[in-house]
């Protein structure tokens, strides 16, 4: 489809651009939106993206379909040394992603309702919208936070974010949840929904092609539910026979999409309910949370009382 049609629109953004490159098969110059305050062409070269257009994408999707995701290089024309740039493609990797995608430093947005820690490993603004619209005072804080650090702030619940890159690389961020979990709600997206499983002796196991867009099928086996979607790696249930319930499948391609941690307080989803754009139809999932963490909040009280008494 004409990309670029809506134009820029920097009130809409959801944080920094981590595109690594843009390829199109048209691309709109002038854009028709009449809150547009520029073209997608000087956004990327605002940030410093190379992008294409002119690509047939329909017969790049068949390739990735049946060959499954592989590193690619943008270029305005072929390498003189082709052996050398195929070299540099094969070798490419991502390392590193969730500490360039997280908050620094620890930041508090106000409010009256129960105290939520946002674990930020590259977490969409729109989390934040979602419970500060529900009262929640929040602190941000940033992917090295320690559990000892996150306790001291005396929080009611705890959510873990989306992120980017290979979940298995979070080496230290999954030894801190391997001590957190248990002691506090949780409630895992994406990213969070992946390091959970790691902590708790799970595995996970990279997509032929990934979950991407915002018509991904979701069902508990009662109900099927439209989400938005944006991984490569996903749970494997079965690892975690005994420990946690899959609460959400794929209608696809039956892969584990959410986990239950029976007596612990703890649930993850792959996919993103707080999206936007894109279906709300499971924001209410940050309100089971809520009442969780509104229940550790009495029982603090109640703890405060009672030491006083």
Known sequence: PLIGNYGLIPEDAEGKCFARGYVVRELCDHPSNFRSQGTLESFLKAHDVPGICGIDTRAVTRILREQGVMNAMICHSLPEDMEAALSAIRAYRITGAVAEASTDPIHTIPG???????????????????LKKRGCRVTVVPHSTSTEEILALRPDGIMLS???GVPEENVYEIAQLRRLIGQIPVFGICLGHQLTALAMG???VKLKYGHHGANQPVTDGSHTWITSQNHNYAVLADSLAGKAECSFWNVNDRSCEGLRYPGLRCSTVQFHPEAAGGPHDLESMFDSFLAEAAEEKRKKEAEGQHAEG
């Open 162 to 164: 989306n992120g980017p």
């Open 202 to 204: 799970g595995k996970t």
């Open 112 to 130: 009256e309702g129960v105290h939520v820690v946002l674990l930020d490993y590259g977490a969409k603004r729109n989390i934040l919208r979602c």
